[in-house]
């Protein structure tokens, strides 16, 4: 079982991290399509970190022992005044993790 934290810090642009853990008694493997490993998304599509990027099209595995944690960051870096709300999602091909919050600029 993962659950997912996210938080927002805005100083000039905004920093996002995007915390997964594996809360179970069980580890857990992580398979990913390529380089990304989480996505970012600011008010259903004002802002998405992936936009415009590309990634090494390598698989990739990480796995996450029980109580393990791994924290993914993105930066919005010149964002829109305004209060909003984030989203991040794990791009794990067989394990669906995602958290939101809300932040003001």
């Known amino acids: 079982m993962l659950r997912g934290d996210l938080t927002a810090t805005a100083d000039g642009g905004v920093t996002f991290a995007f915390t997964v853990e594996n809360a179970g008694d069980e580890p857990v493997s992580l398979t990913f399509s390529d380089a990304a490993r ?5 008010d259903d599509e004002r802002w998405r970190w992936s936009d415009g990027r590309l ?6 595995e990480e796995t996450l022992a029980p109580g393990e944690s791994r924290t993914y960051e993105a930066e919005w870096p010149d964002p829109d005044p305004g209060t909003h ?6 791009l794990a091909r067989e394990h669906d993790c995602e958290a939101r919050t809300r932040f003001e600029i």
């Open 55 to 60: 990634f090494a099209q390598v698989l990739g």
């Open 38 to 42: 989480a996505d970012f998304v600011v």
């Open 85 to 90: 709300e984030a989203r991040a999602e794990l």
